[in-house]
């Protein structure tokens, strides 16, 4: 019998490359389940959705009168979950819907799988998994050395990053009480094809497209480890495929870059791929390099200010490694977003205009 697996979230950035991991390389079915925020689109999706092993639900992961006859029905042998508000700077904004998805949210996927579990056959009951996908950004900010490892303390700073450690928790608590077969990863800054265009690359993309300024916060010096979407999804499928229940595994790309670095890289492919002086929103500017277009503003509230991952563990144990350099990566989500324009139009759909977010102006800021 086939199997079939439920992505929650899969018409996010992650979950819609995940999904075309899943039908390139298993025979599974893939069933999605997903409320359509502004950051889920079925244009993610739309290339596979005629494909006869995928089907779309509509719906949130908090509400069980969605989820449990859901999973009656399509009898899932394992559950993804990348449902969840992924922007730091929107929460920061409006951390009220980062507790109701990620911690509620993700209690009431984790609690239905849980009752559907428990009916499974034996066999089946020690097959099923329930794969968390998380963050690195609960661990907290590094110094200037040192790197996460799965046993470092969680210590999260943003409204996101607490909303996200809670929900590792559950699930972790409910291997630990109930014995369900669950596993998290914690991954660090994903980048690639379908990102809504709110997070930094491919919103330096947008703004440097339209010749607009290139917001930088603060010095442009925190640090982010970089992995290319695809990777991601890579060490998912194996993770899931031969990851050890109630283990949490690290997933990084081992390729650091402060902020400025990442805005300098994009503008060097931008540079590369479509010349300043081709591109009619610049050619009277007077500007030769896109670099020139950045610009030093006010830092994010309570900004961290280095994460890197030690990935050991999933590359020891399950022969997982990153193999898109961020050099790489870099050109492919450029060439992406360059060629995607319409995409990028249609899920902005008038309602995001690359405006700053997270200012937490009731904090005194101007
Ligand atoms: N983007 C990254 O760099 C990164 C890195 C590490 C971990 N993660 C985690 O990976 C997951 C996916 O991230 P992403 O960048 O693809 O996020 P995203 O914001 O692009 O997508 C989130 C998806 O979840 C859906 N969703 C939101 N609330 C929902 C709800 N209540 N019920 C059902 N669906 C809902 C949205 O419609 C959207 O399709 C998140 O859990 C995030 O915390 C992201």
Known sequence: MTKTVVVAGGAGFIGCNFVRAVLARTGWHVVVLDKLTYAGNLLNLADVAARPRYAFVRGDIGDPRVVRPLLESCRPFAIVNFAAESHVDRSIDGPRSFLETNVVGTFELLDAARSFWLQLKDGEREAFRFLHVSTDEVYGSLGETGHFTEETAYSPNSPYAASKAASDHFVHAYHQTYGMPTVVTNCSNNYGPFQFPEKLIPLTILKALSGKSLPIYGDGGNVRDWLYVEDHCAALLTVLQHGRVGVKYNIGGRSERTNLQVVAEVCAALDHLLPSQHN????????????????????????DRRYAIDSSLVEK???????VGFHEGIRNTVEWYVQNSEWCHAVCGGTYGGERLGRAVEHGAP
């Not at 009619?280 to 900004?303: C, E, K, Q």
């Not at 144990?317 to 193999?323: D, F, G, M, N």
């Open 280 to 303: 009619p929103a610049l050619m009277s500017s007077g500007i030769s390099n896109y670099f020139d277009l950045r610009t030093f503003v006010r830092d994010r509230p309570g900004h």
């Open 317 to 323: 144990e399950l022969r997982w490694t990153a193999r």
